[in-house]
Each structure stands twice: as C-alpha cells, then as structure tokens.
C-alpha cells in the first residue's frame, strides 16, 4: 500500500537561527562558517576529531585532492566535499575513518557511501552546469551527509528516508549545520515527492531493481537523475537518466554496490 511522504521538515525551525527560508533559499549556506567554528562545537567536551588530534580541515583538504587525483573534476563539487564535515555524520568509534575513500555503517543496516561515490554522483548529477542546480530529490537521507553536500549545490534539497530512525539521526546530524535550504521527508521515496517537483536533478542513494516511474514524472524536462540500478546482467551499476523535450536519454555507467530501495517504510 503506497504510503504519503510526511510533511516537510525545515531543519532551521528547530534552531533560534534568525534566518527565514525565503531570505536564505538563495544564499550560500552557512558550512563554511560551521567548519571554522568546529573548534567550539559540543562544548566543554572536544570534538572527536580534536581528540583524536585530526585538523579535519586539512584532513578534509587532502580528501578533496585525492578526489581530483581520481578524475573529480567538478569545481563546485570538490569545493562541497571540502566543505561538509563527514566526521559528524559517523559514529564516534568510526571518526577516524571518516576521511578515508570508504562507505562506513551509520545504523539500521545502512552504509554512508564513501566520499568518492558521493562526488562522483553528483558530479554527474550537475552535468557541468554554470551555477547551482534547483530543486534536488534525494531518496535515503541516510546520516544525512550527502543531503548536506547537496545543500552547497542546489538552491533547495528534498531528502527522503524510509526509515524512522535514520531520518530522525539525519535531523539531528544536520541541526548543527543549520542548512535552511535542506527539507528532511519521511516516507517512501519510491512515490518521489510531488509537492516539490519538478526537480532539476534527482540521486538516489539506495539501488532498485528498475528506476520507479514517479522519479521520471517528477524530473523536469532538462533534469537528470542518478540512480544505482540493477542492469540485464544483475549487477547494479549507476544509471543516469536525462529528461529532454525528445523523451528520455539513459546511460548505464560503472557497476557500484548500493543498499536495495525498499518500498513502505519501516
Ligand atoms: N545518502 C545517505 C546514504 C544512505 S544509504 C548518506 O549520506 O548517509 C541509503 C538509504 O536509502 C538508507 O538509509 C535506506 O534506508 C534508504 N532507502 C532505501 N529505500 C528507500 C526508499 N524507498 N525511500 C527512502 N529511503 C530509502
């Protein structure tokens, strides 16, 4: 039984921020600023980067020159990777690790991919555009930490997760960031998200046997998606799909290995 998204969240609401959506839908958010003031954060108790003795901003900065020496070369993508705090997105015990080119478990059964899946994804996703993407649908919020890179991307971030209990860690992952233009759903993303379409660009993070049709309704005409997807051989492998005034365009890129999309949620 297909079941409705719930209501939008707006992640500022929870968070004496002095800023309306409206004023900062448009503006950069405010990242950077949260990286520099990581120094502070969770006081008295240093952060788990400050106690394990990591600079996560050089450390992020040596992530990010990796990403390039592997082919990234998007810009505003590598400036994203080097923005968000992927530390904060992983249990503590796995902080040391969040830097390194791996997916790493944030509960559930869910993997956070590793950080060169997530920019070669959205790579794709932005397709070399001149400015920020739209709106953006992302199905599996998951911790949350790819939602964040997306907030540098787009002008407004839907973000989708089945389960209760990772759409709940992702909104407390994602308070400290104070992302207004990020929109936490939870439901099943295989209906997508009428309300917000339709999107310039939509990303799963989770591979489906076939990519649902409510996705290509909901994608502009000019919009492109990026979905794991399992091909004819079974092997899941990242499809993009662009939308354009002719019909649907498909290619089938390089195998990965995603958690399944799952309908209902749980
Ligand atoms: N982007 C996430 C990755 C999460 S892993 C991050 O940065 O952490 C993929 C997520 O997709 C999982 O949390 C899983 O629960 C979710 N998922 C799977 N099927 C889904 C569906 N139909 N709707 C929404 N989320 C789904």
């Known amino acids: 039984m297909a079941q ?4 939008p969240l707006k992640l500022d609401k929870a968070t ?3 800023r309306t959506l409206k004023a900062t839908a448009n503006v950069k958010p405010s990242l950077s600023t949260a990286a520099t003031s990581a120094a502070s954060f969770g006081s008295p108790a240093p952060s788990p980067v400050q106690s394990l003795g990591m600079d996560s901003s050089a450390v992020r900065q ?5 990403l390039a020496a592997q082919g990234l070369q998007d810009p505003m993508v590598l400036q994203a990777m080097g923005a968000v705090e992927r530390h904060r997105f992983v249990e503590s015990a796995l902080v040391a690790q969040a830097y390194e080119d791996t997916s790493l478990p944030i509960g559930l059964g869910q993997t956070i991919s590793k950080p060169n899946v997530v920019a070669r994804m959205i790579e794709l996703l932005r397709n070399g555009a001149a400015g920020k993407l739209g709106r953006v649908l992302e199905i599996g919020t998951g911790c949350g930490y790819q939602a964040a890179v997306l907030s540098h991307i787009a002008t407004e971030v839907y973000s989708m997760e089945r389960l209760k209990g990772l759409h709940e860690k992702a909104r407390a992952n994602l308070r400290h960031f104070r992302l207004a233009n990020v929109h936490l759903l939870f439901g099943d993303g295989m209906l997508g998200y009428a309300k917000g379409a339709p999107y310039a660009a939509i990303i799963s993070a989770a591979g489906g046997e076939s ?3 409510a996705w290509l309704d909901q994608l502009a005409v000019g919009g492109r998606l990026v979905a ?3 091909t004819a051989g079974g092997q899941q492998a990242l499809m993009v799909i662009d939308k354009t005034p002719q019909g649907f365009q498909q290619s089938v890129l390089e195998a990965v290995h995603f958690v399944p999309l ?5």
Not at 262 to 266: A, E
């Open 16 to 18: 004496p921020a002095p």
């Open 262 to 266: 799952k309908s209902g949620v749980s």
């Open 62 to 66: 040596r992530m990010v020159q990796k």
């Open 228 to 230: 794991p997807t399992v």
């Open 211 to 213: 990519v649902p049709q």
């Open 4 to 7: 409705r998204p719930g209501f």
